[in-house]
């Protein structure tokens, strides 16, 4: 059984920075895709930033130059650091992983298999 637990997030001023964190566990094998998905209230679920296997990243247009995707495999652990954060980078952000290697547009949710609880990020003006 895949698990994906989230950590890090909480409140922070228009500027700062924040890194969240996604520990993985329960894979048997295969080197998935992983990424960051986030969702604020009354809107839909969007896809933040993805990481293959082998490193190539992958950014929505409004992160891109603020976030970094990374993963350290040693520890099976994901990560997101937000850097010049904006009121409107407030959402749950979830954390995501496939199968496999995903084929195609890697920031779309229905690519993944296994989801995280999420860890609420809240940006202040």
């Known amino acids: 059984q895949v698990q994906l637990v989230e950590s890090g997030g909480g409140s922070v001023q228009a500027g700062g920075s924040l890194r969240i964190s996604c520990a993985s566990s329960?894979?048997?094998?295969?080197?998935?895709?992983m990424a960051w998905f986030r969702q604020a209230p009354g809107k839909e679920r969007e896809g933040v930033a993805a990481i293959a296997w082998f490193g190539t990243t992958t950014y929505a247009d409004s992160v891109k130059g603020r976030f970094t995707i990374s993963r350290d495999s040693a520890k099976n652990t994901l990560y997101l650091e937000m850097n010049s954060l904006k009121p409107e980078d407030t959402a749950m952000y979830y954390c995501?992983?496939?199968?496999?290697?995903?084929?195609?547009?890697?920031?779309?949710?229905?690519?993944?298999?296994?989801w995280g609880q999420g860890t609420q990020v809240t940006v202040s003006s």
């Open positions: 329960g894979y048997t094998g295969g080197r998935p895709s």
């Open positions: 995501a992983a496939a199968s496999g290697s995903v084929i195609g547009w890697v920031l779309s949710a229905a690519k993944y298999r296994y």
